[in-house]
T-cell receptor
Framework: NAGVMQNPRHLVRRRGQEARLRCSPM?????VYWYRQLPEEGLKFMVYLQKENIIDESGMPKERFSAEFPKEGPSILRIQQVVRGDSAAYFC?????????????FGEGSWLTVV | ELKVEQNPLFLSMQEGKNYTIYCNYSTTSDRLYWYRQDPGKSLESLFVLLSNGAVKQEGRLMASLDTKARLSTLHITAAVHDLSATYFC????????????????FGKGTKLSVKP
């Protein structure tokens, strides 16, 4: 059973370009979460999605960031007009239902470097 | 604002020694997580603690939860080099802040280095 799959693992973008990060949840999981980790920091929640729905985007920056989880295909985190401060590791996680005591499962992360 | 504080943030210890990492959080929550992260890698789930007095053990690691004190501990027994990593605790924000499931508040992590 494959885990949470993220790609690309490493991405370099120049300032002003767009970054697209993809996440395929674990098989059987319908809930996806995106987190950002700045260097030497803990993870910060960004957004929680179910298929075709954004449930909680309270951690998403108001501008330039968007996320989707279409009916078919992976979840996408999109960052437009990237700036140096966007350089971070972006982790996707998934779960079936969390309140049965299950944990959520994290992917390997996508490391974005803005030059 | 729900805050999660870990201490120490850096820990250097010798093999064979015992130590405890502390995780304090600012308000009640119904579940607490411990994760391990190796450099450049993802987070590995270690423990999920769901109730007051919960204690879980896996190998040389033991986690406990005191919801009244809003404190969780991760105890390391007879450390070995393979335990070198960064350890995070995280608290579910939903219980008191109306956050959604999966909206976990993480501590800054404890970077553990075990030396021979």
């Amino acid at each position: 059973n494959a885990g949470v799959m993220q790609n690309p693992r490493h991405l370099v973008r120049r300032r002003g370009q767009e970054a697209r990060l993809r996440c395929s949840p674990m098989k059987g999981h319908s809930h996806v979460y995106w987190y950002r980790q700045l260097p030497e920091e803990g993870l910060k929640f960004m957004v929680y999605l179910q298929k075709e729905n954004i449930i909680d985007e309270s951690g998403m920056p108001k501008e330039r960031f968007s996320a989707e989880f279409p009916k078919e295909g992976p979840s996408i985190l999109r960052i437009q007009q990237v700036v140096r401060g966007d350089s971070a590791a972006y982790f996707c996680a998934s779960s079936p239902r969390i309140y049965s005591g299950n944990t959520i499962y994290f992917g390997e992360g996508s490391w974005l470097t803005v030059v | 604002e729900l805050k999660v504080e870990q201490n120490p943030l850096f820990l250097s210890m010798q093999e064979g020694k015992n130590y405890t990492i502390y995780c304090n959080y600012s308000t009640t929550s119904d579940r607490l997580y411990w994760y391990r992260q190796d450099p450049g890698k993802s987070l590995e789930s270690l423990f999920v603690l769901l109730s007051n007095g919960a204690v879980k053990q896996e190998g040389r690691l033991m986690a406990s939860l005191d919801t009244k004190a809003r404190l969780s501990t991760l105890h390391i027994t007879a450390a070995v080099h393979d335990l070198s990593a960064t350890y995070f605790c995280a608290v579910d924000s939903r219980a008191n802040y109306g956050g959604s499931q999966g909206n976990l508040i993480f501590g800054k992590g404890t970077k553990l280095s075990v030396k021979p």
